[in-house]
């Protein structure tokens, strides 16, 4: 508690933000608080179309676009494209 709105939160997500363009994505989806994420230029303007596979709040579907017009007339059900990694023993 001590450390919140010391911008650690802002500078984790500009890093993300920063990382993803630099390989390559061409944009972030994320499921959150507008208020917050629309610092960082996410918005619900173009996720209407999009859904969840699992049950979400639809108003917190936000995105940001890296590469413009990325996400223009996108639509369907988001699904996981990521490489699956074995979980560790603990
Ligand atoms: C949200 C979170 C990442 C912010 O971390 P942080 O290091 O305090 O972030 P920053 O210092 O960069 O920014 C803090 C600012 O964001 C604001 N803020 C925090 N949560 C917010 C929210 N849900 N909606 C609007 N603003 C929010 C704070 O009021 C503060 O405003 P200020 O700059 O005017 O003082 C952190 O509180 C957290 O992990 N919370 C739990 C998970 C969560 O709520 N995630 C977001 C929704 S999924």
Redesign the pocket.
């Known amino acids: 508690p001590s ?11 500009r890093h993300a933000v920063a990382e993803a363009a630099r390989l390559g994505h061409a944009a972030i989806l ?10 960082f230029g996410f918005s619900a303007a173009k996720t209407g179309s999009l859904a969840m596979p699992g049950p979400y709040e639809r108003h ?1 579907l936000l995105a940001v676009e890296l590469v413009e017009g990325a996400l223009d007339g996108v639509h369907g059900t988001l699904k996981a494209a990521g490489r699956k990694l074995k979980a560790l023993a603990a």
């Open positions: 450390l919140k709105s010391a911008g650690i939160g802002s500078a984790l997500m994320l499921v959150g608080d507008a208020p917050y994420y629309g610092r917190r």
